[in-house]
């Protein structure tokens, strides 16, 4: 993959965009990318899939009456550009639209201290041998470890027909470790994950450490008991707790749901949808994290975006469309998976600002309750607002105290009543790296919180 | 066209030069069409062409991957490279070599349909519209429709390989889904309906708006049910996702690996003696259906459940070295970004006699399954352990009651399996989470959690 050099040349978009709008239109993009990796894994304390890679395309969008034209094609050569141009057009039959010409917008990609591609990968396989040792240091009762590595660049450029032109160089990384705790016919397995919008100084500060964290969790559900069926008082740790909210609220609050009416949070702008202790915001900007780029995937520059304050709803996340629709400015929030995808609002950063709750009150206050330290995943819709969640570690709360480990818990509930029945938001915070998918799109995005307290929820267990 | 047979060659040949080990290449060349309609206007059409490599490597027992979009003599050389380095990365693997040669490749006729070619992108959109206007003129209690979708696919692929073996084939595939909206008193509701065919003319747009419109219109009113264990029926899609992920359990990988709930029960009673289930390659209607699988072997129809036992698993060249058996051609991959792994091809659940009347007859007092939420987050894959939120009717004195959401169902994938006790009469094909055909299952009884 060339380094430094943007994947696209202004004098050529300009020439590609006066073709995407050949047959009409009241705008044109070109979004044009270059995009590498490596992933490798150990399984049997053996590196094995190895994976290296590198694909270059483009997409072009040209907007004509609430209809979006998208065509993409593998290859950054001129006669690629023009090939995707006309695909575009075809359909259209109206008269030639002029593009403004290009004015470069200046952007500054994410600082990266030692790229990765320039570390040689005997270190990223000893990175996971240790990672393999580690988890299997926890004891003889784990049989199984898994680990794997992977770093990712995306290089990209946007023009447009309104004259914009901006780029971005992005890298992550990111390391996974799993173990498997066996114990008579008991199976258990525990993960944990470490990612950054950064190189590899990530790795400079003890990253084996989530390989006892995989093998520890693992080992709790070993002594795990069924876990309660019912309703009652949940309280949901940071980190990756946070997905609750990027699942319960965040999607709703993506603007092309609300607009087609798709959401929960449709016309609820400027009201109560929490009590006062809360406030959230999306970020794209955080310094270093997992979700956050320089500019989203339509080349306007990623902010900080306060969605509710004090409990009230302020704001939704916009990609340019949506927000063209409400006649707002975009948020920053339209991203794409690959110039394979058309951008669609999308979460950065999601995260509850932290509140005046201590972590251990929250929990003593509850009599008998369920708490939730991390979860597998969870799904929601966003037209219901119905949602489920799986619980990978989880514990019971009697008379105020956490007291033994559950296993194969579920929380089930509603949106709007889940979020009105946050009743604490601790003082604590962190946060953690996911993988969204929405339309068929995967993007990473961060989520984050402290500790946080749901009055009442259904928790569907195993307890019969 | 390019000839991607010659390509695939070029390749292998660059990449044994440079490494002196075996090598084997996949190209595909993609083209794609969608179309997204909302209220009744084209929201988005697309066009795409898509072509790449994939080139796996194998130098002493070690094994890398390199892929690209740069098909140059110059690309070629590069993602040879990556391959090789990436080879000499990993560790070495005693039963790592490439899939021998084929002894024969079987005609699979009916892949690719066409037709597709001949539906301009103002007939297909015309389609999609249909779609969604059958949704919303089949109930007037339908608000709206999120979104409804079509898209098709052609794809060419060819392998080639030092070892040998190697081929091409063409296939196509067409979908429609649609989500639709219902408002009730007690709020909005929602429902999907899809139908899959190898080309655009095999789609009935009417059928999948009625059937969004219908999931969602029963849904209103909805409460939860109260959590008791009790008989529960599964519609053929939630039939289908719990069937995909048996698919993945019996995946000589992880049963290798001591991964999957299915490890070491070959030969033992693992499902109700209703339960049989093929892997099947072959199968002209099933869209992972091709000669060969994505490592040159030829496809196959495979036993793996039948009379209640666990038959065999599910291998590709690697595993079948490992494991002493021969591949069952299930070597699949998505795309030529990712390497071959195990994986079903067509999984076949044999339908029953029974209609769905008799089915819920059977049942008398239970739960209908017709939705499942957060397979991917509340399934031990390891353990087979499940608690997944699901929604659908109460079975009352053997029929369809009151619609019920917001619960879940917790079983483990064996004991499921052991308490089916009757399939249904007709099957159907679905697209989620791999290639299924199932009919409605009756599970004898399973943990409900509500209120």
């Known amino acids: 993959m060339s380094h430094g050099v943007e994947p696209l040349e202004p004098a050529i978009a300009e020439r590609v965009l006066a073709r995407a709008l050949a047959h009409g239109g009241e705008f044109a993009e070109l979004f044009a990318e270059r995009r590498g990796g490596l992933t490798l894994a150990i399984d049997e304390s053996r590196i094995e899939s190895v994976q290296s890679g590198a694909e270059e395309g483009a997409g072009v969008r040209v907007l004509s009456g609430g209809t979006t034209y998208f065509a993409h094609v593998d290859g950054l050569g001129q006669a690629d550009l023009e090939r995707a141009a006309d695909e575009a057009a075809a359909a259209l039959r109206g008269d030639r639209a002029e593009p403004r010409p290009l004015q470069a917008v200046a952007s500054i990609p994410l600082p990266i201290e030692q790229r990765p591609e320039d570390i040689p990968a005997v270190r990223k396989a000893d990175l996971l041998r240790e990672l393999d040792e580690r988890a299997r240091s926890a004891g003889g009762e784990i049989a199984q470890v898994t680990a794997s590595y992977g770093e990712a660049r995306r290089e990209v450029s946007v023009a447009n027909s309104d004259g914009l032109f901006s780029s971005d160089n992005r890298t992550r990384v990111r390391i996974g470790a799993q173990a498997v705790a066996r114990r008579d016919d008991r199976v258990e397995t525990g993960a944990e994950t470490l990612g950054a919008h950064r190189g590899f100084e990530l790795f400079d500060d003890d990253p084996v450490s989530i390989a006892a964290s995989a093998s520890r969790k693992a080992l709790t559900l070993l002594d795990a008991g069924p876990a309660p069926t019912g309703s009652m008082p949940v309280v949901v740790a940071g980190g990756f707790g946070g997905v609750l909210f990027h699942e319960m609220t965040g999607h709703g609050l993506e603007a092309d749901h609300v607009q087609k009416g798709a959401s929960v949070y449709a016309g609820k702008l400027g009201e109560l949808v929490a009590q006062p202790l809360l406030t959230a915001y ?139 029945a946050i009743d604490a938001v601790g003082n604590d915070f962190w946060m953690k790296t996911g993988m969204c998918g929405k339309g068929g799109q995967k993007v990473p995005v961060g989520t984050g919180q402290g500790h946080v307290r749901i009055a009442s929820m259904t928790v569907g267990g195993t307890e019969a | 066209m390019t000839d991607l047979v010659e390509l695939a060659g070029r390749a292998v040949a660059q990449a044994v030069a440079s490494s002196g080990g075996d090598a084997e290449a996949y190209t595909s060349e993609t083209e794609d069409r969608e179309v997204r309609v909302h209220g009744g206007e084209v929201e988005s059409l697309t066009v795409a062409t898509r072509r790449g490599l994939g080139l796996r490597v194998w130098i002493d027992g070690r094994v890398g ?387």
């Open chain 1, 282 to 420: 999306d970020d794209g900007r955080l310094p270093g994290e997992w979700g956050s780029d320089a500019i989203d995937d339509e080349g306007a520059a990623t902010q900080k975006t306060r969605v509710i304050e004090d409990g009230r709803l302020v704001s939704f996340l916009y990609d340019r469309q949506s927000a063209a629709r409400d006649r707002v400015a975009s948020t920053g929030n339209g991203r794409r998976e690959s110039f394979r995808h058309l951008p669609i609002p999308r979460m950065t950063n999601t995260y509850i600002a932290p509140g005046e709750g201590e972590p251990e009150a929250i929990i003593s206050e509850v009599k008998k309750g369920f708490y939730a330290v991390s979860f597998a995943g969870g799904q929601v819709d966003p037209a219901t607002g119905d949602f489920v969640f799986g619980v990978n570690e989880g514990y019971l709360i009697e008379g105020g105290e956490v007291t033994r480990p559950c296993r194969g818990a579920t929380l089930v509930g509603n949106c709007l009543q889940a979020l009105a």
């Open chain 2, 65 to 451: 991957y390199g892929f690209g979009t740069d098909l140059s003599a110059q690309g070629l050389e590069a993602i040879a490279l990556r391959a090789v380095e990436a080879a000499r990365v990993a560790d070495g693997d005693e039963f790592a070599r490439p899939p021998g040669t084929a002894a024969e490749v079987p005609a699979v006729t009916g892949l690719s349909d066409p037709s597709r070619a001949e539906w301009s992108p103002a007939r297909i959109a015309k389609l999609a519209l249909e779609v969604e206007r059958s949704a919303l003129g089949a109930d007037s209690r339908v608000a709206g429709v999120e979104q409804a979708v079509y898209f098709d696919s052609a794809e060419r692929v060819a392998i080639s390989s030092s070892a040998g073996n190697g081929g091409e084939y063409e296939t196509s595939s067409c979908y429609a889904y649609l989500q639709a909206l219902a408002e009730g008193e007690t709020g909005r509701e929602t429902g999907l309906g899809f139908d899959l065919a190898r080309g655009p003319a095999g789609l009935d747009p009417t059928s999948v708006g009625r059937e969004g419109a219908a999931r969602a219109t029963e849904m209103i009113g909805s409460t939860k049910p109260e959590s008791r264990s009790c008989p529960v029926l599964l519609d053929p899609t939630v039939a289908a996702s719990f069937v995909g992920l048996l698919g993945g359990a019996l995946g000589a990988d992880v049963v290798q690996r001591g991964r999957s709930p299915l490890a070491e029960r070959l030969g033992e009673e693992v499902a109700g003696e209703a339960f049989v289930l093929h892997d099947d390659g072959l199968e002209p209607n099933g869209f992972a259906s091709a000669p060969i699988d994505a490592e040159g072997t030829p496809r196959r129809r495979t036993a793996l459940i039948e009379a209640g036992r666990l038959q065999t698993f599910l291998y590709d060249s690697y595993t079948a070295q490992r494991g002493g058996a021969a591949s069952t051609g299930n070597a699949g991959r998505s795309g030529y970004r990712s390497p071959p792994g195990v994986s079903a091809s067509n999984l076949i659940v044999s339908p029953g006699s029974a209609s769905l009347e008799q089915l819920l007859q059977e049942v008398g007092e239970g739960v209908f399954i017709n939705d499942v939420a957060g397979l991917h987050s509340g399934v031990n894959p390891v353990s087979g352990v499940f608690s997944v939120g699901a929604s659908g009717r109460a079975i009352r004195g053997g029929a369809l009651a009151e619609p019920l959401r917001e619960f879940t169902i917790a079983s483990d994938l064996v004991s499921m399996l052991r308490a089916v006790r009757a399939t249904g009469s007709e099957p159907r094909w679905v697209p989620f989470g791999g290639s299924v055909s199932a009919p409605p299952l009756l599970i004898g009884e399973m943990m409900v959690s509500g209120s």
